[in-house]
């Protein structure tokens, strides 16, 4: 498997402007999140999925975040209008069903640069 | 919202030295996990410890839990400028893994 892969890597964007990042999980993971990291803030978890079904959005900043998950290989994260602050790294990861035994994989992430 | 807190913050030492991180955490967990960051990149997973366990090893690194204490601790013994990264701690629990702010760990050669 060739792990999790998140588009486009980097993003420069202008205030304003519609975002919107991509992520292919590993094929058999049930779960998929998306996290934000910043300097100020660290690692925060904006909304998980299980089987294609968003679980806790109560990350998510504000209604301009917006993510969905069609089906089980594809999730997407919506930022419309996208604003300064929301300049960040932003990280997909996914998982199976043991929680006991095996952590997350991640992507390499999107970094987000909005201008 | 940040469930852990590592220490120290940043960590230099020489290669070939153990480096030891510590991550204290809040509310109770099914598990704890480690995860390391090279600059630039993805966080990969190095070892996860449950909540029933004392202490776990995988290569160099060693981990031990006190929940009691609500602590844990990251051991890498002789490091290698390979190590130099950011590491973090992630505890889960209710479903959520929640990370600490991480420890910036320099392996001078």
């Known amino acids: 498997d060739a792990g999790v892969i998140q588009s486009p890597r980097h993003e420069v964007t202008e205030m304003g402007q519609e975002v919107t990042l991509r992520c292919k999980p590993i094929?058999?993971?049930?779960?998929l999140f998306w996290y934000r990291q910043t300097m100020m803030r660290g690692l925060e978890l904006l909304i998980y999925?299980?089987?294609?079904?968003?679980?806790?959005d109560s990350g998510m900043p504000e209604d301009r975040f917006s993510a969905k998950m069609p089906n089980a290989s594809f999730s997407t994260l919506k930022i419309q209008p996208s604003e300064p602050r929301d300049s960040a790294v932003y990280f997909c990861?996914?998982?199976?069903?043991?929680?006991?035994?095996?952590?997350?994989?991640f992507g390499s992430g999107t970094r987000l640069t909005v201008v | 919202s940040q469930q852990g807190e590592e220490d120290p913050q940043a960590l230099s030492i020489q290669e070939g030295e153990n480096a030891t991180m510590n991550c204290s955490y809040k509310?109770?967990?099914?598990?704890l996990q480690w995860y390391r960051q090279n600059s630039g990149r993805g966080l990969v997973h190095l070892i996860l410890?449950?909540?029933?366990?004392r202490e776990k090893h995988s290569g160099r690194l060693r981990v031990t839990l006190d929940t009691s204490k609500k602590s844990s601790s990251l051991l890498i013994t002789a490091s290698r400028a390979a190590d130099t990264a950011s590491y973090f701690c992630?505890?889960?629990?209710?479903?959520?893994?929640?990370f600490g702010q991480g420890t910036r760990l320099t392996i001078n050669p």
């Open positions: 410890i449950r909540s029933n366990e």
């Open positions: 992630a505890t889960f629990g209710a479903q959520k893994l929640v």
């Open positions: 990861a996914s998982r199976g069903r043991d929680t006991y035994n095996y952590g997350y994989t």
């Open positions: 094929s058999g993971h049930d779960y």
């Open positions: 509310t109770s967990i099914n598990n």
């Open positions: 999925f299980n089987n294609n079904v968003p679980i806790d």
